[in-house]
């Protein structure tokens, strides 16, 4: 018998205003502007505690002593939690058990290896007694020379970056590309570390009973976390229960469970309270991850006609002291342009520095700025405008692979963002455009691509007797909206009107959803939605045509079709019944089935998943200043089926205002004597504000991908930033005709050469 859902990919069919594709609202959004959102600080259960973090001042050394005795001493402490005064771990926390296991620090020694790394935890009765108690400390070090930046070490070549892809990877004869070649381009990028600042720190409330554990923190990754959390504490996974309904962001730094949640958890164990443990804003720079930092020297051969003959990219990467975190930069050059030769290659070299993890669009991000600012630089060398440049060498198929990806869907996007913005009238030479104040110009552009990733993740899906549907997962919502559009996706699985849809999520009780990162999360939790919806509607058709009462009855072979909380014989629309018709004959108060969603091996193996964009800036320079300004960007991208456009619209804005942000403000610095970061706070570590937000025009371009899932989505909460940072940087250049190679650029680097 086959059963269809009521089918939503023709645009025209709108059911109630609870089908896929509409630009619904978010379904939290009162909740949140009204302040009832409850984040995981918001919690205080009875009895509960603060727990303050003490960290280390310095980057390399020991802890010589602390002065516990003074902080006990202090009015409302009630203990310290230090390398000698712990509760003992199952684990131990430097042990590698997979590939998303990475080292923690939970006071295992008094070794210190990165700044703000945590040396002990006052526990008090009130914030400032655990604040002030953590002063008093006053710990002393042995200090040791601290290895700071790309060339504090011998280089090495690491065994896999990312997570398991080859540091080397080659496609074609390199040299005799070169060798092909009548314009050459050789030039080294350099971007800076940076780091995660969600709205959000990482905080928890922790309680203990008994062997079970319950926990309130923000979380991209429940199940993987509960995995890691039994494994420290010896305790089984389905003994914790981590509620996290809502996060203020997260951008990668919450898909791991982080030291100083453990921390938290050891904390309410030692003293046998709840305890709740929030990071500051300042010691949010080392051991929740970062972006690390990268050189790359990329070489591009293009013959007399433009065509590319070699594209050689090579990245040096920096990795902390003790674990093994590679930024894939240099893969992003694997994607995009058809050259016959291609090489990518990384290093590293370690520092003292807490691990860099993931971070929004890891390796996408970092490289992509690098080759879209050489491909800018081979575009000019031949004399052919960047955008037609771009579309004699965008790829048909993904070069190092061979595999066909929807690479018409870039065209489309070349096009409708290019006659948006108005590019051809852009003249090729830089230095050519003034405004009417005098200020130089400028106008770039660059080629955004992301992967269309899907990982595992499940569903439950309930149809109660009054005909109302609940839908279950585990989802996460960062702020991007998922709640809402997961929802959507739901009601549609169930044909039901929105308001008749129950949709829950953020409890590790519910079904894994997997982890919320690699802007796979829709695709994944959106398909396990749509498998569960068509298997407890299977089962409720199964109930209805084996039913001599139902008007159902004997449909198994014509099958039927679920609209709108009722199942119609598919050969004769008229006969139909209700849900809650069906259930109430059968005497059922429910009935429930699970789904599953992930990617197709087979699909995997035969087409190359992406998503494309194209990104559009112009900029205006102050001749006598070098002052730069962001004064306009189009982006047009084609990332499959749209499930909300309004979310869509609000992701692929952050995603190029954060483009914006890593060309022109983003830079975390270190003191190369010390190895701490002198900016880590909101006033120093600069990210755009409203001022510095230009206008901004979002286009997305229909496509439709057969074989990326069954509903045809990819992610778009990461691709915004791998096109944007790359034509600022190149409408900066088109403006001053200053070539700057190091990221963010800054007013010294273009000064001298704007002035008339």
Known sequence: MTVELNPTRDPAHLRHGSNIGQPLTRTDGVLKVTGKARYAADNHPPGMLYAVIATSCIARGRVKSLDVAAAKRHPGVVDVMTPSHKPELAEDPDAKGNPFTFRMELLQSDEVRYANQAIAVVIAETLEAATEGAALLSPRFQVEIARVGLDAGEPYVPPAVGIGNPA??????????????????????????????????????????????????????????????????????????????????????????????????????????????????????????????????????????????????????????????????????????????IRTAHDAVRIDTGTPLFMRAPGEATGSIALESAIDEAAFACGIDPLDFRLKNYAEVEPTTGKPFSSKALRQCYARGAERFGWARRPLRPRQMRDENGFLVGWGMGTATFPALMFQGNARAVIRADGRGVMESGAHDMGQGAWTALTQISADALALDLAQIEFRSGSSDLPDAGIAGGSAHTATVGAAIHNAG????????????????????????????????????????????????????????????????????????????????????????????????????????AAGRIINPLLVQSQLRGGMIWGLSFALHEEAVMDRRSGRILNANLAEYHVPVNADVPPMDVITVDEHDPHVNALGIKGVGEIGITGSAGAVANAVWHATGIRVRKFPIKIEEVVRGVAD
Request: proline letters at 5%.
């Open 534 to 637: 068509a298997a407890v509607i299977a089962k409720l058709a199964e109930l209805a045509t084996s039913d001599e009462r139902s008007p159902l009855f004997g449909a198994g072979n014509a099958g039927v079709v679920a609209r709108a909380g009722r199942l119609h014989r598919r050969d004769d629309d008229d006969r139909s019944e209700s849900y809650a018709d069906i259930l109430a004959r059968a005497g059922l108060a429910e009935i429930e089935a699970s789904g599953t969603g992930a990617a197709d091996p087979a699909a995997q193996s035969q087409y190359a998943m992406h998503a494309h964009g194209a990104v559009f800036a112009e900029v205006k320079v102050d001749p006598a200043l070098g002052q730069i300004r962001s004064t306009r960007l189009v982006g047009a991208f």
């Open 168 to 341: 080397e990877v080659q496609h074609g004869d390199i040299d005799a590309g070169f060798a092909a070649a009548s314009k050459l381009i050789d030039a080294t990028y350099e971007t800076p570390a940076q780091y995660h600042n969600a709205m959000e720190p990482h905080a928890i409330v922790a309680v203990w009973d008994g062997d079970k554990l319950f926990i309130d923190t923000p979380s991209q990754g429940m199940a993987m976390a509960q995995l890691r959390i039994g494994g420290l504490f010896g305790i089984p996974p389905a003994n914790i229960h981590i509620n996290s309904p809502y996060l203020g962001g997260g951008f990668g730094s919450k898909g791991l469970v982080s030291g100083s949640q453990v921390l938290g958890i050891m904390a309410a164990k030692l003293v046998g309270r709840p305890v709740k443990l929030v990071l500051r804003r300042s010691q949010m720079y080392g051991p929740v991850g970062h972006r690390s930092a990268t050189r790359q020297r990329i070489r591009i051969g293009a013959d007399d006609a433009g065509k590319l003959t070699a594209l050689d990219h090579h990245a040096r990467i920096t990795t902390s002291s003790f674990d093994d975190f590679y930024e894939p930069a240099a893969d992003a050059s694997h994607t995009l342009y058809a050259s016959p030769a």
